[in-house]
């Protein structure tokens, strides 16, 4: 589409200085994103090693032919219960990364439209947004064919 044919509307120009800032707002959240998923894979990572020594323990008191008690179910059946929930870890990483990828788009389409040929590195590539609205349809953990042992 054209912008010098006298019949097609421009788009309203937004001033330099707030695409500037917008740009920046918009840079920041998908740092804290980054940052938030970095600190997601770490607790997740040490619960599940935590989880798999439990595991590991209890299955060695098993091993060494004690009773299953009630109490000893219980505890087993939180643990899976616990490895299912941990499932939300992918789930968040998706989320993390198609709204990282859209607040990006949007950086990169101010820093286009703001800048236009101005731009002193050239015209600003801006990377396809995400296709889908929302990459994870499920919104709640139900227990799953999760193994722990």
């Known amino acids: 589409m054209s912008y010098e044919d006298p019949g097609t509307p421009r788009p309203p120009e937004m001033p330099l200085l707030l695409a500037a800032e917008l740009q920046d707002h ?29 595991a590991g323990q209890l299955g060695s ?57 101005d731009d002193p590195d050239g015209s600003a590539v801006v990377e396809e947004g995400p296709l889908k609205p929302n990459p994870v349809t499920q919104d709640e953990m139900d227990a799953g064919s999760v193994e722990l042992f």
């Open 26 to 54: 918009l840079m920041t959240a998908s740092n804290d994103l980054e940052r938030l998923q970095r600190l997601l894979d770490d607790a997740c990572q040490a619960m599940m090693e935590g989880f798999h020594t439990s």
């Open 61 to 117: 008191v098993i091993d060494q032919g004690h009773e299953i008690t009630p109490h000893l179910h219980e505890v087993r059946q939180t643990l899976f219960k616990a490895v299912t929930a941990l499932q939300f870890q992918d789930m968040a990483t998706q989320l993390i990364a198609h709204t990282n990828k859209r607040l990006r788009n949007c950086a990169d389409q101010i820093a286009r439209d703001a800048l236009g040929d």
